[in-house]
């Protein structure tokens, strides 16, 4: 069965400093797997998403993430926040029939 | 594109009322999901569609709620009566598939629904 484990549920940071929101998978079928961001009052949208190909995988908004297939994440990176990037992110796993499986959540927390 | 869109993005009703939350899909995308969100309990999938027909309703509470998709650019969720413990975000989103006909699982998200039952 596929299931998504975010380890962080709350993350401070200060402006302008490197974050790091960590997420480890299960899954038993292809693995793609995405981050999705939902930022106050809004709906989630897309960040950056991992379908085959290289690891490394640039999204919106300077957002990167890694897929490491030996440790089962895809942690996903920011070398500078911004204030504007305080919001909620969600890591997601596809299941076998068509759904999304996402993470718990962690709100990430930009500080002045 | 206009987006997902939903309908009303508010609304407050009292206990025992009939509430109903209203849903357009991105035209040609052929997946459809409810899902609920709330501070205790995170965000829930409800309900999803492919082709207009309920592919999982397991996620639906109980027998209050139910939804409907006739066609392929509108979809409901219903609840009947509406308890106060109802009150959340409830979300839209839809998905499509990819060029070779395999499902992208891409997800697309409406605005919400926030409602209040008092």
């Known amino acids: 069965a596929q299931s998504v484990t975010q380890l962080d549920s709350q993350v401070p940071v200060f402006e302008e400093a490197p974050v790091e929101l960590r997420c480890n998978y299960s899954s038993s079928v292809s693995v793609y797997l995405f981050w999705y961001v939902q930022y106050p009052n809004q709906g989630l949208q897309l960040l950056l998403k991992y379908l085959s190909g290289s690891t490394l995988v640039k999204g919106i908004n300077g957002f990167e993430a890694e897929f490491n297939k030996s440790q089962t994440s895809f942690h996903l990176r920011k070398p500078s926040v911004h204030i504007s990037d305080t919001a909620e992110y969600f890591c997601a796993v596809p299941s076998n029939t068509g759904k999304l499986i996402f993470g718990q959540g962690t709100t990430l927390q930009v500080k002045p | ?118």
């Open chain 2, 1 to 118: 594109d206009a987006g997902v869109i939903q309908s009303p993005r508010h609304e407050v009703t009292e206990m025992g009322q009939e509430v109903t939350l209203r849903c357009k899909p991105i035209s040609g995308h052929d997946y459809l999901f409810w899902y609920r969100q709330t501070m205790m309990r995170g965000l829930e999938l409800l309900i999803y569609f492919n082709n207009n027909v309920p592919i999982d309703d397991s996620g639906m509470p109980e027998d209050r709620f139910s939804a409907k998709m006739p066609n392929a650019s509108f979809s409901t969720l219903k609840i009947q009566p509406s308890e106060p413990r109802d009150s959340a975000v409830y979300f839209c989103a839809s998905s499509t598939q990819d060029l070779a006909g395999a499902h992208s699982y891409e997800q697309y998200f409406g605005p919400g629904t926030r409602l209040t039952v008092t």
